[in-house]
């Protein structure tokens, strides 16, 4: 290298090529060269740089999270989903809502004697509101009903909720009824909060006055989806449950307050007891209603 005097005091280093001249350098000279120029860096908010750290480190929880609450493993999964439910099965059981249920519900529907059970709408059992309502129905079955024939379908069930319906004693409906089974003895049909359709559809299946008296229903109130509406909109969406109401004999479940939980499941909101009665004879008009113009 060949030094050089500047004016301003400096000394300038200058490459020399093989021939000891003065030269254009090359890359590699420059990566070898102890003199480094100031690399050019990227100007990057402060505020996105910290956004996107907290990103990464919130979607790593999450992946943690997900890997720590959803095994793989589906026998992992089925127990787990057998242990929370049969939990809350003895959360129930200790409680008063429970109490209350079997001074104010139980009764009736031993009353009616109930030969199979049917249960549309429960949901996927990864769901807490769905355990809360599968062990409601289960420890009743257990404690005051003991029907053996217990059915279920819903189609957000996961393989491993079927497994898991199968262990305590619930087959799976194969097909997607909407709700349309024609009762052939008495039913206890378990619809919490179905969709309104879907008890219309049930009503239409059985519009006879012997299958109606061979149904049970353990759902949302069909009079507040009347009372919810404009009269002659469900009339027309809802023709066979508008026909009946006059009809239906109900009993509200208790509070959840009474399960006495820092946070209610909301599992069980708006629940009834219902039952089609008539009397000596029918006073409906069971002749052929027209296809409702809701959905079915």
Same mark, same amino acid.
């Given at each position: ?193 179905? /969709?309104?359709? %879907? ?8 519009? =006879?006055?012997? *299958? #109606?008296? $061979? &149904? ?39 509070? /959840?307050?009474? %399960? ?8 069980? =909101?708006?629940? *009834? #007891?219902? $039952? &089609? ?20």
């Amino acid at each position: 290298m060949v030094p050089a005097s500047d004016d301003d005091g400096f000394t300038l280093v200058k490459a020399k090529t093989r021939r000891g001249r003065t030269g254009h350098v090359s890359s590699k000279q420059i990566s070898q060269s102890k003199v480094l120029e100031p690399q050019k860096v990227p100007e990057i908010s402060a505020v996105n740089d910290v956004a996107c750290l907290s990103k990464r480190k919130k979607n790593n929880r999450q992946q943690r999270l997900r890997q720590r609450t959803q095994p793989e493993d589906p026998d992992q999964i089925v127990k787990q989903q057998i242990e929370a439910i049969e939990a809350k099965k003895q959360t129930l059981r200790d409680s008063d809502y429970f109490s209350a249920l079997e001074k104010d519900i139980v009764g009736q529907i031993r009353g009616f004697s109930p030969l199979e059970i049917v249960c549309y709408g429960v949901g996927s059992l990864a769901l807490q509101v769905s355990q809360w309502q599968l062990a409601l129905i289960l420890l009743l079955n257990e404690h005051h009903l003991n029907v053996s024939d217990i059915m279920a379908y819903d189609p957000a069930t996961t393989e491993a909720d079927a497994l898991t319906y199968e262990r305590l004693g619930v087959s799976i409906i194969p097909v997607n009824e909407e709700a349309k089974r024609k009762a052939s003895k008495r039913t206890l049909f378990y619809m919490p909060h179905c /969709e309104v359709f %879907l008890y219309e559809n049930l009503l239409s299946a059985n519009w =006879t006055a012997e *299958c #109606l008296l $061979r &149904i049970m229903i353990i759902g949302n109130s069909l009079q507040r989806y009347l009372d919810s509406n404009d009269a002659g909109r469900f009339a027309q969406q809802s023709p066979h449950i508008n026909r009946v109401l006059a009809h239906v004999v109900s009993a509200g479940f208790p509070s /959840e307050k009474m %399960l006495k939980l820092r946070q209610n499941p909301y599992a069980f =909101t708006d629940t *009834c #007891l219902q $039952r &089609i009665e008539f009397g000596s004879s029918p006073t409906i008009d069971l002749e052929a209603i027209p296809k409702s113009n809701g959905p079915s």
